[in-house]
């Protein structure tokens, strides 16, 4: 009897805190300027890598509107019996997103351009003497759309995000199956 009075006690001391610190946690973090993350992704709409920077759009808000702008690409090289070719792509992901979630998870869905840097040099060897050729493009090269989970910090630290991202591609047409990873840092 004496151990059940005890328990009854210490709940009715330490319950009331216990609730108050819940009721903290729950809450959105108060600040007056702008969330930013910085991230480094993976695949995703950056083809094959790229840095990335996300901010809000609306001032105190962790979640809501906003948009991503980035640069990535990938470089490869070739080789046949006439020579090597190398071909270096620069990607610059624009995109407008929205957050659904006011801590530290939230559901990301966006939509973006893909603006592209191409360039192209080779090395070809022929029966009479090896010729160069060099070229370079600028484009759009398709758009694409963003859907998935973030991991963000309250106030600043680690940030990641997980997504997958079907793509409409000049030339391919329709990719649904592109995934990305993207992780980072978040701060106010």
Do not use: C
């Amino acid at each position: 009897m004496k151990s059940l009075f005890t328990t009854i006690t210490l709940l009715a001391f330490f319950l009331p805190s216990v609730l108050t610190a819940q009721k903290k946690i729950k809450e959105a973090p108060v600040f007056n300027g702008y969330h930013k993350n910085i991230f480094v992704e993976v695949l995703g709409s950056s083809i094959l890598a790229g840095v990335n920077f996300d901010m809000r759009l609306k001032r105190g808000r962790m979640d809501g509107i906003g948009f991503r702008a980035g640069i990535g690409g990938q470089s490869a090289t070739g080789k046949d019996s006439n020579g090597t070719y190398r071909v270096g792509v620069v990607t610059f992901p624009l995109e407008f997103n929205v957050l659904k979630g006011k801590r530290r998870s939230a559901f990301y869905a966006g939509a973006g351009l893909l603006p592209v840097y191409v360039g192209i040099s080779g090395n070809v060897k022929t029966d009479l003497e090896p010729w160069y050729f060099f070229g370079e493009a600028f484009g759009i090269s398709g758009g694409y759309l963003t859907f998935g989970y973030r991991l963000q910090p309250l106030r600043q630290g680690f940030m990641m995000q997980i997504n997958w991202n079907p793509m409409i591609l000049r030339g391919s047409g329709f990719n649904w199956a592109w995934v990305g990873l993207g992780l980072g840092y978040g701060f106010k």
